[in-house]
């Protein structure tokens, strides 16, 4: 939606003309200047060759608001007025966010003076209740809303310009903080509101993120955009490959870049607390012998290292984090039972034997080294060496 204009020549008023010229109600001069404003975006895209999703959607954002101009201005009396009723409770309902609707039901006064303006379409009736209203004297009601209205229509806008920008700079850095992406001028300009007014730098930026995810994955879908995602988004994607691998777990290879996005999305439900929980309770079910012993920060890597270095010494792998716990003989130590059935670690010196029976170990230095001392001791137990 475009940012709301400031009362005036163009605004209906809901009292008497004293210029006895009539004016244009609320409802159709915002929907041409919301037509103004598509126009001159879709002609800067394509000034600047702009194609892809993101020109599709500004062209379709110029047919949307055609339409919605002529349905406000064309057809019968009653179909024009029950139009731009619709439209301003939209506008109104949009002006702060959902929440505001809600904020409206349980303020008496507040749902009065909204439903007047929705009846009359009138923009300066609507600031003039406002301003008489107890809700907008009380300092005690309070909220993002009612700040970022009072802020945008004083009469100095150096608070709301300042405020503004703030919210530009907050928006492109977290934009390139979590995902390495950049957000275009127009689109800024129209969220930065949309931040203020909904508060959206409050419960841990909870608002700015979600709105971010949603942004991502627009610009992921569309193979124009050129985005090369960074920031806490690859990081995080890194921490849970790593994470899969070290609690040996299969998983597919978009794996970790669905579940970082998810867990960057408030809207998903996802927290990283979640993935880090399911995979421990995948490996403790996979590797029972382990139940009980991991945590975050304790892997089945860790838990096993001695395992790990003893192979790693075996076959002679300089880099045991190099070793996969996929490994048969890993794999094998891991599920084996005791002589009761039950899960128990293989141990150590039987896991050593059998590294010993694996092909991989018999072109080895160490088995090489190993079968000429058994020659040497047979030989001389046979009197060939003296």
């Known amino acids: 939606m475009a940012d709301q204009p400031q009362p005036g020549t163009d605004s209906p008023s809901g009292g008497p003309n004293p210029s006895g010229k009539k004016k244009t109600p ?58 731009r009723s619709e439209f301003m409770q939209e506008y109104y309902n949009e002006l702060g966010g959902p929440w505001v609707a809600e904020l409206v039901k349980r303020d008496p006064e507040l749902r009065k003076i909204f439903e007047k303006a929705i009846r009359t379409d009138d923009l300066d009736g609507f ?23 009072q802020l945008e229509f004083a009469k100095d806008k150096t608070g709301w310009n300042d405020a503004l920008e703030q919210a530009r700079i907050a928006i492109r850095e977290a934009a390139d903080d979590i995902y390495g992406m950049e957000i ?6 129209q969220i930065a509101r949309r931040y203020l007014y909904q508060g959206w730098d409050k419960n841990q930026g909870r608002g700015l993120r979600t709105w971010l995810a949603s942004q991502f994955k627009k610009q992921s879908a569309d193979e124009e955009s050129g985005l090369t995602p960074s920031g806490l988004l690859v990081d995080t994607e890194r921490t849970l490959r790593d994470a899969a691998r070290n609690f040996g777990l299969f998983r597919p290879d978009d794996w ?26 995948e490996a403790e079910s996979l590797y029972p012998a382990f139940a009980g012993k ?19 010494r075996y076959l002679e792998i300089n880099d045991p984090e190099m070793i996969d716990l996929q490994d048969p003989l890993l794999q094998k130590a891991f599920t084996n039972l005791d002589q009761n059935s039950n899960p128990a670690l293989m141990p150590l010196w039987q896991f050593t034997q059998e590294i010993k029976k694996d092909g991989r170990w018999q072109y080895t230095t160490n ?9 040497s001791d047979l030989s001389r137990m046979m009197g060939f060496v003296g």
């Open 184 to 189: 275009p001028d127009n689109i800024i300009d």
């Open 294 to 312: 991991l945590a975050k920060d304790r892997s089945v890597r860790d838990v096993a290292a001695g395992y790990i270095g003893q192979l790693a």
């Open 256 to 281: 970790a870049a669905k579940t970082a996005a998810s867990i960057l999305d408030p809207e998903s439900g996802l927290t990283e607390d979640d993935a880090w929980n399911d995979l421990i309770a």
């Open 26 to 83: 609320f409802s159709v001069a915002q929907a041409r200047r919301e037509l103004r404003e598509a126009e001159r975006i879709l002609k800067d895209y394509e000034k600047r060759n702009v194609s892809g999703q993101m020109l599709d959607d500004a062209k379709q954002a110029v047919k949307d608001a055609r339409k919605e101009l002529e349905r406000l201005t064309t057809g019968p009396r009653e179909e024009r007025r029950e139009a």
């Open 367 to 375: 088995a090489l080294d190993t079968y000429s001392r058994i020659g």
């Open 127 to 149: 600031m003039d209740d406002l301003f008489q209203s107890k809700w907008w004297n009380d300092p005690k009601r309070s909220g993002s809303w009612k700040s970022a209205f």
